[in-house]
Nanobody, 116 residues
Framework: QVQLVESGGGLVQAGGSLRLSCTASGRGFGPNAMGWYRRAPGKQRVLVALITTGGATNYADSVKGRFTISRDGAKNTVYLQMNSLKPEDTAVYYC??????????WGQGTQVTVSS
């Protein structure tokens, strides 16, 4: 049984910062990649950022230069540092663990609200 526990969401003013954390637990060697997705009201869930076990990262164009994803492999924990937040970043953010070893897993989601 794989579990993902997220924390760090909340309400922040535009221009502010938040840091999301997600810790994965379960059997095996852990996921091949971990990442963050988000679903804004009325929209589909989309990739925000991901990081592989090798440290390669990928970001959505809308967050490049503002968000940074990092990972503690020993703890199976992934972080998303979000700076210069904008109202359009408001969404439910979901942690994802991919390739564990072949299945993907999701966290329960954490709300991020950016006020203007």
């Amino acid at each position: 049984q794989v579990q993902l526990v997220e924390s760090g969401g909340g309400l922040v003013q535009a221009g502010g910062s938040l840091r999301l954390s997600c810790t994965a637990s379960g059997r095996g060697f852990g996921p091949n990649a971990m990442g963050w997705y988000r679903r804004a009201p009325g929209k589909q869930r989309v990739l925000v950022a991901l990081i592989t076990t090798g440290g390669a990262t990928n970001y959505a164009d809308s967050v490049k230069g503002r968000f940074t994803i990092s990972r503690d492999g020993a703890k199976n924990t992934v972080y998303l540092q979000m700076n210069s937040l904008k109202p359009e970043d408001t969404a439910v953010y979901y942690c994802n663990a991919a390739g564990w070893p072949t299945a993907d897993y999701w966290g329960q989601g954490t709300q991020v609200t950016v006020s203007s």
